[in-house]
């Protein structure tokens, strides 16, 4: 989705958002040869999205399932669990799966910084993770970054 702001604040501002739904843990397809539904669809949305000349882009997952229900969770606790399940289930696939990746994806998902499990400091500033505890969801937003 592109948006285009015509308003005075962010005028001729474009936007590119895809959106994606995630349960975390994952309960089905946890086998090494399917478990990169997530991850691949959220590499290729990243990659459609770094194409477009935009000011500003996200992948937004809405992250529902026990992780965003227990009480102590944090929004911090949330990303980095989010993060290191796409880590994990790429780094299964690649080792265990059917699953060839091409030199693109591989790229994509270094950029994504989903070739290391989750670290702060390495972390881009500009994703976010926001936790909704009465609705059991958690909202996380990755940046995307220009890939030329």
Request: with cysteine; net charge positive; hydrophobic share 35%.
């Amino acid at each position: 989705m592109i948006l285009t702001c015509k308003d005075l604040v962010g005028a001729g501002e474009r936007i590119g958002i895809e959106f994606k739904v995630c349960q975390l843990p994952r309960m089905q397809w946890n086998s090494p040869k399917s478990a990169t539904y997530d991850v691949g669809q959220i590499v290729y949305d990243y990659y459609d999205l770094s194409k477009y000349d935009l000011n500003y882009a996200y992948c937004i997952a809405l992250v529902h399932g026990a992780i965003s229900s227990i009480p102590e969770a944090t929004a911090k606790g949330v990303a980095r669990s989010f993060h290191n399940a796409l880590f994990t289930d790429f780094q299964s696939a690649r080792e265990w799966g059917d699953m060839k990746f091409s030199r693109l994806e591989l790229r994509t998902y270094r950029d994504m910084g989903l070739d290391k499990p989750y670290c702060e400091r390495a972390a881009n500033p500009n994703n976010f993770c926001r936790l909704y505890r009465r609705e059991k969801l958690a909202v996380v937003g990755i940046c995307v970054n220009r890939l030329d």
